[in-house]
């Protein structure tokens, strides 16, 4: 017999009501996934969610992550009528309900905690923002990942249930057809990540029509190739069915992929199992038949029958404040027992840092052969990761080159029989990487991955999306001018570095010896709030004297000159390998009466931050004879070079060559640094 | 009993040994995947590839891919080996070889043709421009399209030998785990590509190690679940083997994956099957031990022996010189026959356009109310698409938005039922798209594909190597702007426009009417050199008087002056739908007396390629009074504000909401214009 009664249905009806009603108000939007997934949703919320409405910030909730978030308006329905609790910009829970019936109402309008897809930073339990397809895969994985190692680390024999919760996720066609998504459901069944259900909407349907157009691969099959354990549920308002399936996930091996046939826009009798119904509204006489399919009141608008928030409260909130409350007693002990573990797990939560995170910091001294900021960077992670535990990271399959191995015997690898191990093989899987180091942050950790700086290009959708939550991740990308050399152009990075500066809210930071590298992590550590792409050299630098030029601590206000030159002739503006050179210039121009202010410029961002005063000591407005010298696309310097300076950096793709030969061919000299100097004073 | 003899066996020796020396004397470069490859490799070039070396230009030559770029030295090999021709840079065969053996001398030094990974544009006989991994596996799966594609559309009875040739492609672990290769394999498999072989080089290392690190999943299952005809050859050395399964290829339904187990590193005593054999020279000790264990004169160096060159000529030699003087002859008869389709193979070889190909692009009458560009782009699409048979492309599931399905009857759909079908649906896989494309421009199409812009970021690494590559490929991205509304931040380009105007090479036209749409189509349809990136609205747009202002013509040169203000107080410069608004902030201006003449700049990359007289005669040094104007972010836009001029953009990302709200919220009004360009005066 079903557990399931009429009030179920009601309460699945409503879901499906709500999302048809809210996009019909705004005029815009998809109704129609949000019908055909009512049912499971429901039955996943309802019935198995571990999740207190009354502290969306629990750590050990389950997470629900909607994959296709284009489906926005099934989750703001469940937020709603399970009456997940609001939660202030610190965290902090409000006495009042994150989306009243009200913000359904304002879908999708200016200020509104209902936008077009879910946006994790506005909106009290989304847990991640979803819109671009397959990301939502990979951040649940990361979540799976996160909860592994959280288990693993500050478990403790008798307090396992602290650290359970589970990762629930669900997603459409589209987001099966994202490279992204394969490459996430790859490596969670490589890890056998068995705290993890990915529900897949399969009804059919995607914006082109049916997606026999261009998809007709056996999705279930190869998730089975991936090592996913694959389960199938028929009828999408088969709720018994749906939910045995769930429940078995919970005892699998390995992760589970439950392949779910559903009708998009079901119960619409012009538009059901179309496309129509999939990214506009249903219109006003179709939303009657609809609700008259129900059994609804056909006139009725953002109707919640009695029962419904019952329901919700007797199922999901009763389960959720009893865990909760359990967990609390159980996390009582924990603390008189593992004071310490308790007090990092705070830190967690709040993206804090141990004391003496910074210890172990080197100091690099002078030296003119130096070392590449690949290798400085390798160092200073170790020694900061060592002191804070929960930095859990890797790289696309590179460490040995971007020397991101975490070397200390305790950090160990992360694997299915060592979930403890903090490092991380993604793979060569850099869009997935990315997606995957967003939902560990989201869950907590101070997640990194690194690569080569040119394939940044592979997964910038995260690392923009990590920007519109405001996750600290960290990415270490090397190799990142022409510098590499032999690999050539495909290799070498050009407009990467301005690229990845043009994306909003994201702080980019090419150091240009071991000490900025240093400051460059110091930064990176304590932003709370902003991703850190860090761009570093396969080739060594010279480690600057600081007695002779001024501190690297600087870095922090992302640009400051090196050399004490009060009233310069004319600025040499450089960044990252090309900061030698440019010093290297400023020595032979001084030699020659030419008075030269080497400015490094290791963040725009920071730089920009700053305010006028300081900006306008570094780069005087007055100095207009300026030559910038960066071994990247030259394209954008024009902010720092003015209209009338000089640019000496990359105007096409790179070669195929010893870095030497590359120098001089593309003009990387301080000859050539020096000749634009002088132009630039001529000019004056 | 084999058909493989001892020379045969020293052949692949030789590829092996030529490899080996090569890095070792680059003292950079990748070994090991070329020493467990050569023997597929050489069976598959000499035993079964249709390819005249004496003429790479051959239109029915078979196509081979190397997907894994980084065993260039490889293919480089087979070349020198099979001493293909050298072509010129108008696509005219030379007589002398491509590689010389001096040229495998130069491996990875500057200005040699035989750079670190093979790039299409400076090598005759590398057929696509391969190292970011699995981008080749795409660039196949395009190459398969085109060749179905023409031999339906140009294939005659009698004459099916004409357009027969086949694609095979060899790809890594790296390829297998990026997920541009799962979207292009799984398209491959939709379409039942069986002119499509691919070989899995199954060697269990990457550069972190053992595959077992990160790679778990049954990969020839995953191929099978896509829909693929899977083999398996179990040992590397197995001639017979994989000349049997490359044979049973040939005769498949479906596209064939070859899962071929082999030892990086092949015979060298203490790196094979070890990642140090992966990515950098073996040593000279090791290759002495090495070449000892093939039964190589130890202390040979780029040792050809006697023979070799000649089982080459005996095999692919012989057999590609029949094959190309049978297909002369039936091509001459051909030609007598179906003149204006040989004609038009021509053209396709060329790069060239038919006759009248733009007869029927259409001028839009001025209309205050006007059209959304994406509306425009897809009738200017259909009608020169009509005229033009080998235009092929489509949508990465976004047709109804983007606009861009040809919709005159005999356009048809690209699928295994019909193959001459012109609207290709990508699926929701804009990267694999990308990567598609670029191998259909390989093959001779135009191709196109689109989506929203935002989605730019998703296909980017493409894009890429289509400008590395000088592809003429077409992308026609829509919603280019915050223009999108509802949907939200996540779907909301900022960045995207910038970003695509930093790679070099590639061409980026932001049309501000239909007008200037169809003469960004005439520019690029005639552009063989470059990929063009048409970023389009989704919001409807004046159509501009041009009786009133200067005609849409003036897109070619990039920028021009819409309004005749010879000596300006201001430069009001705006791009796409911020055209019409700087406009009605002109107007506005001249009634109070200030003079502003408003630059519409759709390519800056155009508008850069202008002599200075020109630029400097639309944008005149003198005004530094300027006011830009752009949906999109304001990073960038130095370059034409001046360092004090004022740059309406966006600066942070955009947010749900109806578009009138947003345009009001984020500043982009004629009084916010009209502001901002009296602040400008006055400051002047």
């Not at 207190?52 to 909607?66: E, G, K, T, Y």
């Not at 459901?185 to 490589?190: F, M, Q, W």
């Not at 200073?380 to 070397?407: C, Q």
């Not at 090309?578 to 400015?599: D, F, N, T």
Request: with cysteine.
């Amino acid at each position: 017999m079903s557990e399931f009664t009429a009030i179920d249905i009601t309460a699945i009806n409503t879901i499906r009501t709500l999302a048809m009603d809210a996009v019909q108000k705004a005029n815009s939007g998809h109704p129609g996934a949000p019908m055909g997934l009512a049912p499971v949703a429901y039955v996943l919320w309802n019935k198995f969610l571990n999740y207190d409405p009354a502290d969306p910030m629990w750590p050990n909730r389950d997470r629900f992550v909607l994959s296709n978030g284009h489906a926005s308006m099934l989750l703001y329905s469940l937020i709603h009528l399970a009456q997940v609790k609001n939660v202030d910009h610190h965290g902090k829970v409000l006495d009042e309900p994150s989306l009243p019936i009200d913000q359904l109402k304002q879908f999708r309008q200016l200020n509104s905690k209902t936008p077009g897809h879910p946006e994790h930073e506005y909106t009290a339990g989304v847990e991640t923002t979803t819109g671009p397809l397959g990301q939502g895969v990979g951040n649940a994985v990361g979540m799976a990942i996160a909860q592994k190692w959280r288990a693993a680390h500050y478990g403790r024999p008798g307090f396992e249930a602290l650290f359970d919760h589970r990762v629930y996720a669900i997603c459409g066609d589209g987001c099966m057809m994202e490279g992204v998504a394969s490459e996430a459901a790859s490596l969670a069944g490589h890890l056998k990540l068995n705290n993890l259900t990915l529900i897949y909407d399969d009804n059919g349907i995607t914006i082109d029509g049916h997606t026999n157009l261009a998809f007709s691969e056996d999705v279930p099959a190869r998730f089975a190739a991936y090592g996913w354990n694959v389960l199938r549920v028929t009828d999408g308002n088969d709720v018994d069915g749906m939910a045995k399936a769930i429940e078995a996930s919970k005892h699998a091996d390995r992760p589970t992929f439950i392949a779910l046939k559903t009708v998009i826009g079901y119960g619409s009798p012009h538009k059901a199992d179309t496309h129509a119904a999939h990214g506009e509204p249903l219109g006003a006489d179709e939303i009657k038949l609809t609700k008259k399919a129900y059994g609804w009141p056909e006139d009725s608008s953002f109707l919640v029958p009695d029962g419904v928030y019952d329901r919700f409260k007797q199922g999901i909130g009763a389960r959720g404040a009893a865990a909760h409350a359990a967990w609390h007693k159980l996390m009582s002990d924990y603390k008189a027992k593992f004071p310490k573990e308790a007090a990092e797990l705070d830190a967690v939560e709040q993206r804090g840092l141990p004391a003496g995170w910074d210890k172990d910091i080197p100091v690099f001294p002078a030296d003119a052969k130096g070392l590449a900021t690949r290798d400085s960077s390798g160092t200073v992670l170790n020694a900061i990761a060592k002191n804070v535990p929960w930095i859990v990271g890797g790289s696309a399959d590179l460490n040995p080159s971007t020397k991101t191995f975490m070397k200390f015997p305790e950090a160990g690898v992360f694997s299915a029989k060592t979930p403890g191990g903090r490092n991380v093989h993604f793979g060569v899987r850099e869009h997935g990487m990315g997606a995957i180091m967003n939902g560990m942050a989201l869950s907590g950790l101070r997640s990194y991955g690194s690569g080569f700086l040119i394939f940044s290009d592979y997964g910038r959708p995260p690392i923009r999306l990590a920007a519109i939550m405001n996750l600290p991740v960290l990415y270490v990308f090397t190799h990142d001018s022409i510098g590499v050399g032999e690999d050539g152009p495909t290799h070498q990075p050009i407009e990467q570095l301005m690229s990845l500066r043009a994306i909003p809210h994201l702080i980019v930071i090419r150091p240009g010896d071991a000490n900025e590298v240093a400051e460059a992590y110091k930064y990176a550590l304590q932003e709370k709030h902003h991703p850190v792409v860090f761009a570093m050299t396969r080739q060594p630098l010279p480690t600057l004297d600081r007695t002779k030029y001024a501190p690297a601590s600087g870095l922090a206000k992302g640009g400051y000159a090196l050399n004490d030159v009060p009233h310069p002739d004319l600025l040499l503006i450089a960044t990252g390998s090309e900061v030698a050179l440019a010093l290297e210039a400023g020595e032979k121009l001084a030699a020659e009466g030419i008075k030269a202010r080497v400015v490094s410029l290791p963040s725009w961002e920071l730089f920009e931050k700053q305010d006028p005063a300081y900006r306008d000591s570094v780069i005087p407005p007055t100095v207009t004879a300026r030559v910038c010298v960066e071994m990247g696309g030259a394209f954008g310097w024009e902010r720092y070079a003015g209209r009338t300076g000089a640019v000496i950096g990359m105007r096409s793709f790179g070669a195929s060559a010893p870095l030497k030969d590359l120098l001089k061919h593309f003009g990387f000299t301080v000859e050539a640094v020096v000749k634009a100097a002088k132009e630039q004073v001529g000019k004056k």
